[in-house]
């Protein structure tokens, strides 16, 4: 998926405000966004957050064989990954440009300014070493991506413990942390990349800009020192020609910046190291612990001097609301799809008056069905059936001989499916 493009008027609205030495999250122009370092319950586990641009980093190791020209010496391995988590424009499982840049410029900034002695993960000289892989993750792009790596990968090595290893013969012991305590890296700097972002051309600066700026910036500067002032790696991408006083302006701007995150990570590592002996530590520590319900409330001073006379000029100024009348003449109008009825209201759900009269037709004859009923239940009437699933029914005793004869000779005559006789006295 692609990044959505800016549209013309936010592009204008973006390089006008810069113009003007102003940004979008109200910083000026050599501000450096708000930086929380965070260490998880493994060593080597360290979360960054540069305002919004969320950096996961984890460190592992490993025991493998090493190089033939280079027997005594280890590995240092650095991937990034750029997941769809993190922006909807990262593709899964596809190596964009964005993010061969970003490994290069990793491997250069870490790797190639020698800030950890490989010589020191030798194990067995032409047999064994140690592998260090850096994993760093992107959860969140806003801008800056290359800064909030390195932070994250420099902490995490900071943090990062290996196993103690035995060596008795041809036989090596990897110890567990319950038999020896794990061993730090041999760290000799901490180098840590700032960038510069240039506009029109290279007359505006800006640093740590966010995902907006870099959309509209015509060149980026990268560049890698450690709190000695010592550059690391420097690198320039966009196609912009920069003159020697740009670069030193830069470079001074950054050996600021890199001694303000150096302290802050120390600081960071401090405080995990006083977590752990207290036995809290992780990332589940780290976060504010927020009640739902609070048991103490702010109370605001609010004036009620004056509440009467407010109160008395809003219903004086307020006007009596209009009185709705409505007549049955208005409603024998129907709207389509409504129907009306009540007294002098035409009648609109589209009953005629034949209906009418049938339905009252009906009602008659039900009526006169019940008066048969109810004589036949009082006795007037007597109903005699000669079927052969029906038995004689006699409801007055003393006519039972006459009107026995009488039935027998007619059933005899019609068959067993002979008609029903009604007998009045």
């Known amino acids: 998926m692609k990044e959505t493009p800016l549209s013309n008027c936010e592009r204008d609205f973006l390089l006008k405000a810069i113009e003007e ?11 450096y966004r708000k930086t929380k ?32 020209n280079r027997p005594n010496e280890g590995f240092m391995l650095f991937n990034i990954e750029l997941s769809p988590m993190a922006s909807p424009a990262f593709e899964q499982g596809r190596q964009s440009e964005l993010l061969v840049k970003l490994n290069r410029q990793l491997e250069r900034c870490l790797r190639n300014s020698k800030c950890i002695d490989i010589e020191s993960l030798c194990v067995v000289s032409g047999e064994k070493v140690w ?15 290359m800064d909030a790596a390195s932070i994250a990968a420099i902490a995490a090595l900071c943090h990062f413990r290996r196993p103690d290893v035995g060596i008795q013969g041809d036989e090596v012991t990897v110890y567990s942390p ?7 890296l041999s760290i000799y700097h901490l180098p840590i990349s700032v960038s510069f972002a240039f506009f029109q051309k290279g007359t505006y600066l800006l640093v740590d800009p966010c995902e907006r700026e870099e959309r509209v910036m015509d060149g980026l500067l990268m560049i890698a020192m450690n709190k000695h002032r010592e550059i690391c790696s420097i690198q320039s991408s966009g196609g912009i020609m920069l003159l020697k006083e740009q670069v030193m302006r830069c470079s001074k701007i950054a050996s600021v ?31 504010p612990q927020q009640r739902i319900t609070a ?10 001097t004056d509440v009467s006379e407010k109160a008395t000029d809003i219903i004086q100024k307020t006007e009596a609301p209009p009185s709705i009348t409505t007549s049955i003449q208005e ?31 009906s009602s008659d004859e039900e009526a006169k069905m019940e ?14 059936s000669d079927s052969e699933e029906e038995d004689v029914v006699v409801l007055h005793p003393e006519t039972a001989d006459r009107n026995y004869k009488n039935t027998s000779s007619s059933s005899h005559q019609k068959g067993p499916a002979g008609s029903k006789k009604k007998l009045r006295k």
């Not at 592998?131 to 991506?145: A, F, K």
């Not at 048969?372 to 239940?377: F, L, R």
């Open 21 to 31: 030495k102003k940004r979008l999250d109200g910083r000026q122009t050599y501000d």
């Open 37 to 68: 370092i965070v260490f998880g319950t493994d060593f080597g586990c360290c979360f960054v957050e540069l305002g919004k641009t969320r950096v996961m980093a984890q460190v592992s190791c490993e025991l493998v064989a090493p190089k033939e």
């Open 131 to 145: 592998q260090i892989r850096v994993d760093v993750h992107m959860l969140n792009h806003d801008g800056n991506l």
């Open 178 to 184: 319950e038999e020896r305590d794990f061993i730090p």
């Open 257 to 287: 910046k890199v001694s303000e995150i150096t302290e802050l990570i120390s600081k960071a590592l401090e405080n995990d190291k006083t977590a752990r002996k207290a036995g809290r530590c992780g990332f589940a520590e780290s976060m």
């Open 295 to 304: 048991l103490k409330k702010d109370e605001t001073a609010v004036e009620m």
């Open 331 to 361: 409603l024998t109008t129907p709207v389509p799809g409504v129907g009306l009825v009540g007294h002098g209201v035409q009648n609109s759900w589209g009953i005629d008056e034949d209906e009418q009269d049938e339905k009252e037709v």
């Open 371 to 384: 008066m048969e009923q109810k004589q036949v239940e009082q006795g007037d009437v007597v109903e005699l």
